[in-house]
């Protein structure tokens, strides 16, 4: 007797699941049977966001401006006569690094008195002393961290953005910075002229 040939089984073809789609009245169905567990995550999420909001301390911006001159005058020392020179790009990236230096934030917390204001700094007990050194160094550390330069393309306008915990104080940094820079700036075309004219 022979044995029926045994045709080996093909797979199963898969069934394409049909995609259950939620109408409206089974949606809104499903916020009727949920919506004590809604109202309960929205106010948790709230008042954390409130009790969040409530421990942080408000933070104040000031803006100001200056523009730089397009050229500068000065006087040569070959022939002691007046010439002028046009600002180059890199006399403005000049410009930038020295309103990011240290030594201007020290003439800038200097002239605000930021070193003696606890204010801007506070004093704590592991801190620091008032005059001492490493103080000095965080309140200018501070200051560099409390204000940004920002220049459009080409344009030989500067904003400083200053913020600090008060308004006050946010629109003396702001302000501060520029006086400064235009102290320092006089004071060097002042030193260049009385050295061009000794020469």
């Known amino acids: 007797m022979n044995d ?38 929205v106010a948790m999420v709230m008042g954390a966001t409130a009790w969040y ?10 803006q100001s401006a200056m523009a730089l001159t397009n050229s500068e005058v000065r006087i040569s020392q070959v022939d002691t006569q007046m010439e002028v020179y046009d600002l180059t790009r890199a006399r403005v990236e000049t410009e930038l690094d020295r ?6 934030a020290e003439d800038v917390a ?11 700094l506070p004093l704590s007990e592991n801190g620091p002393p008032l005059d001492s050194i490493e103080r000095g160094r965080a309140v200018i550390d501070k200051l560099l961290g409390s204000y940004s330069l920002q220049r459009t393309g080409e344009s030989l306008v500067i904003s400083i953005m200053a913020e600090a915990e008060q308004p006050q104080l946010a629109a003396d940094i702001a302000n501060g910075v520029v006086n400064s820079f235009i102290a320092l700036s006089v004071a060097q075309q002042v030193s260049d002229l009385e050295k061009s004219t000794e020469y």
């Open 99 to 104: 309103l990011r230096s240290r030594n201007f």
């Open 53 to 62: 909001l409530s421990r942080q301390t408000p933070t104040y911006t000031a």
């Open 4 to 41: 029926p040939i045994r045709r080996p089984r093909q797979p199963a073809k898969a069934v394409p699941t049909r995609i259950e789609r939620m109408d409206s009245e089974e949606f809104i169905q499903l916020l009727r049977q949920n919506v004590w567990l809604i109202l309960a995550v």
């Open 110 to 120: 200097k002239s605000l008195n930021l070193f003696g204001n606890t204010e801007f």
